[in-house]
């Protein structure tokens, strides 16, 4: 994981794990109109949409002599079949939406017949297109790109303007051909079957096919991947998580199968508990890219809203209102979803209370997330950031442990322990160095020396062990930091905060941008009126970036250093 990585906030670049891409110049400037109801909110999406009209498709390549000509640039300047197909979206909504300045505006039909012509050109024969950043003939991606085109066929069809047959027919044509590759395609990971099964269930729809359905039912007979805590197995809490939930709540909706809706709730009723007070999820355990990401929660929108709807769920309900409050211009990449699923304009039951005060342990992720109202914190197991903590707007993005033991010592403890009055987490290394070999004996010079050595006897071991107990009363968290077997090793804890923060009572490293020392009793991390208390301090040494620790997080780094044996607490209030 690299420091740019690790503390990276997606912001606009969100919209990339729908499928369907929106470049990041496409955001509104300004702040979102206020709304009441659903039907307000969507109206004020598709004005918000029109602001978007002009900046896309100034992206859309207009020379002819050009192989490109009718594709959109992505961020990076290339041309790519989920841009193309993000304009196409784009310009269907306002051409198709009363409530839009481009209501019938006749000037976008020539764009969006450029744009499905480019389509069809880079559609392959088997019907898959090109994700360009990875994955090359790819039917998972080809539904991504389908699931919106979809909902903007459906938009269109309603409608009788100029040129319906000459833009709708290579639209159905490029819609069918993927359905080809859709019957037959594979896929790379847990969350592609269900993303092909959606589109598979909205062009049967469109156009039923009963293959289609039957290919649905080939990948539900595998069973859905979600664990008894509730978590799908990409633990993808940001992106591929509600994108599963989002997939078998259209499947379910679309192709029959309303047993669906109760493996959505139980994420669901998982997912409560994974919200941090300032509205954000919690990402720290995910299997994927959105490791460590700041993201809020917009991609579970469709899912509580409609889980709302079929259980009668009131908690669903207040996380509808709070996703509305927080982040209701996100939801424009989900509009041609809410404009053609009029289940979503139904009214929800009356809100009930969220979860503000808990402990929960979810051991198949490996986690605990404890919150007490405006504060929260979230214990890790397997991960070598073990423990992060959020008052309101104040983020400790992570904490982290590394010691100079042959180079080995980045603590990461490989499960939770839960103790009479807290959480451990536990570490341990051993090593040493090796002998000749016995006689008669010749190193295997044709493998690497590292490996070969494993027949040579060890001697001079030596032994390391790390322990963590985390333990919380009333929002107030101490880290208790045992460290003993071999004297003398240094070793440094990393406390990670984000940029947007200011410190006081640190010493900042000489020759290093936002690293500091804490040899204070204690220091203080503040954003606007929220503040974080951590100490007391220990600065044995200057040294922290150890040998073999992870490299240093993009964000404002506080270390305590010292040297084996070590025993000392720090308090998180």
Request: charged fraction near 25%; proline fraction near 5%.
């Amino acid at each position: 994981m690299n420091r740019r990585d690790f503390l990276h906030y997606t912001g606009a670049a969100s919209l990339i794990t729908t499928g369907i891409i929106s470049p990041t110049t496409l955001m509104a400037t300004h702040p979102f109109p206020d709304f009441s109801g659903f039907q307000e909110l969507v109206d004020n999406l598709v004005l918000l949409n029109d602001e978007q009209v002009e900046k896309i498709a100034a992206l859309q390549n207009r020379d002819t002599s050009s192989k490109y000509y009718g594709g959109v640039y992505d961020t990076w300047k290339i041309v790519t079949p989920q841009s193309t197909g993000g304009l196409f979206k784009t310009l269907a909504i306002a051409y198709s939406q009363p409530k839009s300045k481009y209501y019938l505006d006749n000037s976008l039909l020539d764009k969006m017949e450029m744009a499905i012509k480019y389509l069809l050109k880079v559609q392959h024969s088997d019907g898959t297109i090109d994700l360009l950043s990875t994955n090359f003939h790819s039917t998972p991606d080809t539904g991504f790109v389908v699931e919106p085109l979809c909902a903007s066929y459906d938009l269109l069809k309603q409608l009788q303007f100029p040129q319906k047959e000459s833009l709708l027919r290579p639209l159905e044509l490029f819609l069918k051909n993927a359905g080809e590759a859709f019957v037959v395609g594979g896929i790379h990971t847990p969350n592609h079957r269900w993303v092909v099964s959606m589109a598979l269930a909205r062009l049967n729809t469109l156009f039923p096919d009963e293959r289609y359905l039957e290919r649905i039912d080939q990948w539900l007979q595998e069973g859905v991947d979600i664990d008894a805590d509730g978590q799908y197995e990409e633990r993808s809490t940001y992106i591929y998580t509600p994108l599963t939930n989002r997939c078998l709540i259209y499947i379910s909706l679309l192709a029959g199968h309303p047993e669906l809706m109760d493996i959505v709730r139980k994420n669901l009723e998982m997912t409560l508990y994974y919200v941090h007070p300032n509205g954000e999820v919690a990402t720290e355990a995910s299997g994927r890219q959105d490791q460590f990401r700041v993201g809020f929660m917009e991609h579970y929108y469709i899912p509580y809203r409609m889980a709302a709807l079929t259980f009668n769920d009131g908690r669903f309900s207040a996380m509808v209102r709070q996703i509305e409050s927080t982040v209701p211009e996100k939801l424009l990449t989900y509009l041609p979803y809410f404009l053609t699923t009029k289940e979503l304009g139904k009214e929800l039951p009356a809100p009930d209370e969220l979860p503000r005060n808990y402990v929960k342990e979810f051991k198949h992720s490996n986690l605990v997330r404890i919150r007490r109202g405006n504060i929260d914190a979230t214990i890790l197991g397997d991960n070598p950031t073990f423990f992060t903590l959020s008052k309101g707007k104040a983020v400790l993005a992570s904490v982290r442990l590394a010691s100079a033991f042959f180079g080995r010592g980045q603590f990461q403890s490989e499960r939770i322990n839960r103790t009479n009055d807290g959480f451990e987490l536990n570490w341990s290394f051993d090593w040493g160095y090796f002998q000749p070999l016995p006689k008669g004996e010749k190193p295997n010079y044709e493998i690497p020396f590292d490996e070969d050595r494993k027949r040579r006897k060890k001697s001079e071991v030596q032994h390391l062990k790390m322990k963590v107990v985390v333990t919380e009363n009333e929002g107030v968290f101490t880290l208790d930091f045992d460290l003993e077997g071999n004297e003398n090793v240094p070793f440094a804890i990393e406390l990670a905060f984000r940029n947007e923060g200011t410190l006081q009572e640190v010493k900042k490293v000489p020759e290093a941008e936002d690293v500091f020392l804490l040899r204070a009793k204690n220091g203080f991390y503040q954003v606007e009126d929220d503040k974080i208390k951590f100490g007391p301090g220990n600065a044995a040494h200057e040294w922290t970036e150890i040998r073999g620790a992870l490299p240093r997080p993009n964000g404002k780094c506080v270390y305590l250093t010292g040297f084996t044996p070590f025993k000392k607490h720090i308090d998180f209030q």
